[in-house]
């Protein structure tokens, strides 16, 4: 198995908290990609991560060590990585998207149109913005611009649509699919047999925000800021829109586990599916709070970024496993080395997830950011806390056994959904923000306007409860709210389905309830 080729895509703010239902199950009907792979792999429904930010996170899963201060994610901070440990026995096929870790003599540069004094000027931002991260008291650091967020360019542009190597493909591809998309497909489409097995490595920076696609592949807005600045970043007093804001984190899971459908395919077309070890994991996941910080992890929201989701399916392995071992983010490449009977030659933090050591665990130890002081926590109450967000969850979305339709099944007065709009009350002024796309719907294929965002006219009374009608027919309901910072007025933010619309000209109203 020493010449199995590997496959590790690595997902960015994704909690395992998101996946499961209300059993603690996988939730296979509305993650059919996740479920794909789940019935050929061992699904470490307990894994957890040992640190919260992506610039040592990502890093820690690479080379199997705990994260260290002042070290940055390049390959002289972190020499015996995946990449180093296998460059003698496997091909590289690399891209990190927040991180670079992979020195640039094992893996080729994705940016080679980009002159050299342009690539230097961006790693120099990127670094010093890494650097910040690295050395900033926490107060100071928790207002600095995410590195995964900027890293790259990664929303620099003003659209997403940014980044393909190749000129023509970036000219036809870049309205069809976005810049995380584009970037996903090229790194699928560059997985190939050989001779010489490969190492194929991907960090996606999904289901991260900007929040903007939906299962189905399509974005709803076309650029990644918010159509009112804040948005989706602010704290709010509004339990509603921290409701809205997690739809949005479900919705664009969907698009994720959209992905590995179709990396699972090209890896079947390809003949590779059988012999590949194939890794899924992500670095952190994600908070909910009244607070504006919702990736800084504390022991009160523990249960939302600590636990992660682990698939790792063995070369030829043809059954699904459940392993539920307290398996850390840097146990990840011991385990890949113990699977494929390697010796990594070098020492690791990180234990193999089979290990002794790991399968007897009963404590979590997370390092908490900046300070590296260890949080430990009991995994007893570590497992109460999170059945409490997996139950709200629940509440809000169900399952996939409910439908599609269910996740947008959310906010006071459900019962009107499916109701002509007569069922609602008066009628609100409200200046939508993308009232010029209802007209057009269908007119770009890979774009659906279904985030209704608004501005109420007249005197400001939030909360209060509202229904949403698309031609006619009340298809969501949520409640106005106000931005914590800022007098952009009472707000509207519900998210309506797909098939509320219909090609060309719609009627979008937003209603107060009776």
């Given amino acids: ?272 599916w059988d012999d590949s070890l194939i890794v899924v994991a992500a670095d952190h996941g994600v908070a909910f709070p009244h607070a504006r910080e919702r990736r800084r992890l504390g022991r009160e929201n523990a249960a939302e970024i600590a636990p992660v989701p682990l698939f790792i399916k063995a070369p030829n392995q043809k059954r699904p496993k459940t392993d539920d071992a307290w398996v850390e983010t840097i146990d990840i490449l011991p385990t890949i080395f113990d699977i494929l009977n390697l010796d990594p030659r070098v020492k690791m933090d990180g234990k193999s997830a089979f290990s002794d050591e790991v399968q007897n665990r009963d404590e979590l130890r997370i390092l908490i950011r900046n300070t590296f002081d260890v949080l430990r926590i009991p995994a007893d109450d570590f497992t109460r806390e999170r059945r409490a967000i997996i139950d709200r969850n629940q509440r809000l979305f169900g399952s996939g056994a409910d439908g599609p339709g269910r996740l947008y099944e959310i906010g006071p007065h459900p019962e009107l959904i499916g109701q002509p709009a007569s069922a609602a009350g008066e009628e609100l002024d409200v200046d939508l923000s993308y009232k010029a796309d209802y007209g057009n719907v269908g007119s770009d294929p890979t774009y659906i306007p279904v985030h209704v965002v608004g501005k109420v006219n007249g005197p400001d009374r939030p909360p209060r409860d509202i229904a949403v009608a698309v031609n006619g027919t009340i298809r969501a309901v949520g409640n106005t709210f106000k931005l914590a910072v800022g007098d952009d007025g009472e707000l509207v933010s519900v998210m309506v389905p797909e098939s509320a619309f219909t090609k060309s000209r719609n009627r979008v109203q937003v209603f107060l309830t009776p």
């Fill in 1 to 272: 198995m020493s010449r199995a080729p590997i496959v590790v895509v690595l997902l960015d703010e994704l909690p395992s908290n998101t996946l499961v239902d209300a059993n603690d199950k996988l939730d296979t009907a509305r993650y059919p990609g996740f479920a794909e792979l789940a019935r050929n792999a061992t699904w470490f429904k307990n894994a957890y991560t040992v640190y919260d930010s992506t610039e040592r996170a990502q890093p820690a899963i690479m080379d199997g060590d705990l994260p260290a201060k002042d070290r940055q994610p390049i390959p002289s901070d972190h020499p015996n990585s995946i990449f180093t440990l296998f460059a003698k026995s496997h091909r590289m096929n690399v891209s990190e998207e927040a991180t670079s870790v992979c020195s640039p003599d094992l893996c080729k540069d994705t940016h080679p149109e980009e002159s050299y004094g342009s690539r230097m000027s961006s790693m120099s931002e990127d670094l010093g913005l890494v650097w910040l991260h690295v050395v900033s008291p926490p107060d100071i650091e928790n207002d600095l611009a995410s590195v995964s967020e900027n890293w790259g360019n990664f929303g620099g542009s003003g659209d997403e649509a940014e980044v393909s190597s190749d000129p023509a493909a970036r000219s036809t591809r870049k309205n069809l699919n976005g810049g995380r998309a584009v970037r996903f497909q090229e790194w699928i489409d560059n997985i190939k047999p050989g001779r010489r097995p490969a190492l194929n490595f991907k960090h996606t920076l999904m289901p991260h925000v900007p929040w903007q696609y939906l299962p189905s592949g399509k974005r709803y807005r076309k650029a990644p800021n918010d159509a009112i600045p804040g948005l989706s970043t602010q704290a709010y007093e509004d339990t509603g829109q921290l409701s809205v804001l997690l739809q949005r984190h479900f919705l664009q899971t969907g698009f994720a586990d959209l992905e590995l459908q179709h990396l699972w395919k090209h890896l079947k077309d390809d003949g590779l």
